[in-house]
């Protein structure tokens, strides 16, 4: 395993970790990091949108899985308000600029750390993905392989809620 995987493995473990637990309800921490083009990418800027932050990495089989569709809803659903934003845990940016270059996403990626996810109450395993409202609250915590037709039904439905005229048209 890479090194700041293990950190933020062990974030998890530290005195107080239980006090970080990040789930439904909370208010996901803001973070600043660049995107792989060197572009600042904030959560802050997305608020009005709802967010599927989804942490993973280029060594990560289900991550693998899971991109294209992420990728697919950003491109089917981006008009009416998500934002997926992709948060490898590599160690550094050349594996993901090479997984990239092969397999483009239709979101932002940028390099998280052991920092960061600590602050979203540690990532232990991948992929991990959180729902957020337009207001900046977690919806919910999503962890290894999540069934990914209950999450486009959440995200979906969050996009638009009952009685919106737009849903089919957006399908």
Request: with cysteine.
């Amino acid at each position: 395993m890479r090194r700041r995987w293990i950190a933020a493995c062990l974030a998890c473990l530290l005195p107080g970790a239980a006090a970080w637990a990040l789930g439904s309800g909370d208010v996901a921490p803001d973070f600043a990091i660049s995107d792989l083009g060197g572009k600042p990418l904030r959560l802050a800027e997305f608020r009005g949108k709802v967010v599927l932050v989804n942490f993973w990495a280029s060594w990560c089989g289900p991550c693998l899985e899971e991109m294209p569709r992420l990728s697919d809803w950003q491109r089917k659903y981006g008009a009416a308000g998500l934002q997926v934003i992709g948060i490898s845990m590599d160690d550094d940016a050349a594996p993901v600029v090479r997984l990239l270059a092969k397999h483009p996403v239709e979101y932002p990626i940028g390099l998280g750390d052991a920092p960061l996810g600590a602050r979203y109450g540690g990532i232990l395993g991948l992929p991990q993905s959180f729902l957020i409202d337009r207001q900046g609250v977690v919806l919910a915590r999503y962890k290894s392989d999540v069934d990914l037709s209950k999450l486009e039904l959440a995200i979906t439905s969050k996009l638009f809620p009952p009685g919106h005229d737009d849903r089919r048209a957006s399908h």
